[in-house]
C-alpha cells in the first residue's frame, strides 16, 4: 500500500464515523481523487502533444489564435481576453518574437500603445496546429444541459475551495508547467 493512500485511510479511519460509513467515504475521496487525476494527465499529455507537434504551448497558441482574430490588438486587450497579466502576456510575446512568430510595434495614433502582430510562419503554423485542449472541452460543455453546466462548476468551485486553491489566480487555460518548453531537454536526454 502506498504512503499516500495509508494517510488517506487514517485521516478518514479517525473521524466519528461507523466502519461502514468509513469504507463509502474512502470510497468517494479515491473516486475524486482518480477523477482528478485523470484531468491533470488529459492535460498534461495534451500539452505535450502541443509542445511536439508546433514546439508550442497551449497559452501560446492561444495568444496566437487571439492576434489572428482580433487583428490589430494591444497587450492588455490580450490580457483580459485570455484572462491572464500583461506580464504574463509579454513574457509569452516575448518568446513568441524570440522566434519570430510575432512582432510588436507601437501605435501611430497613439505612442503609449504597442499591438503585437502574427508573422506569416505564426499563420502558418495556426493552419496545422492541433485544437487546443479547451476548444474541445467547450464543444462538449455547451452540449449539456444548463442544469449539468451549473452541477460541475459548482462541484469544481467547491473542490477548489477544498483544496484551498480558491484563490490561485489561473486562466481558462488548459496546460501545466512551464510557458515555454521547448527550451528544456527533452525527458530521453535527461534519462
Same mark, same amino acid.
Given at each position: ?49 502541443? =509542445? %511536439?507537434?508546433?514546439?508550442?504551448? *497551449? @497559452?501560446?497558441? /492561444?495568444?496566437? $489564435?487571439?492576434? +489572428? ?52 510562419? =505564426? %499563420?502558418?503554423?495556426?493552419?496545422? *496546429? @492541433?485544437?487546443? /485542449?479547451?476548444? $474541445?472541452?467547450? +464543444? ?52
Amino acid at each position: 500500500m502506498s504512503d499516500t493512500k495509508r494517510l488517506l485511510e487514517n485521516t478518514v479511519y479517525n473521524l466519528d464515523l461507523n466502519d461502514q460509513e468509513k469504507d463509502l467515504l474512502l470510497n468517494h475521496i479515491e473516486e475524486v481523487l482518480v477523477a482528478l487525476r485523470r484531468v491533470i494527465r488529459a492535460t498534461d499529455l495534451h500539452s505535450k502533444y502541443l =509542445a %511536439k507537434t508546433t514546439g508550442l504551448t *497551449a @497559452p501560446q497558441i /492561444l495568444l496566437l $489564435q487571439t492576434l +489572428r482574430d482580433r487583428g490589430q490588438v494591444t497587450i492588455g486587450e490580450i490580457a483580459n481576453d485570455m484572462s491572464l497579466s500583461q506580464a504574463t502576456v509579454t513574457t509569452i510575446l516575448d518568446r513568441l518574437e524570440k522566434r519570430q512568430l510575432v512582432y510588436r510595434q507601437r501605435s501611430d495614433s497613439d505612442k503609449r500603445k504597442v499591438h503585437a502582430f502574427l508573422t506569416d510562419e =505564426a %499563420k502558418e503554423i495556426l493552419k496545422s *496546429a @492541433p485544437i487546443p /485542449l479547451q476548444d $474541445q472541452f467547450t +464543444r462538449q460543455f455547451s452540449y449539456l444541459q444548463e442544469w449539468e453546466q451549473t452541477m460541475i462548476i459548482s462541484a469544481l468551485k467547491r473542490v477548489a475551495q477544498m483544496m484551498d486553491a480558491q484563490h490561485i489566480d489561473a486562466s481558462p487555460v488548459l496546460d501545466i508547467g512551464k510557458l515555454d518548453r521547448h527550451h528544456e531537454p527533452s525527458d530521453s536526454k535527461a534519462k
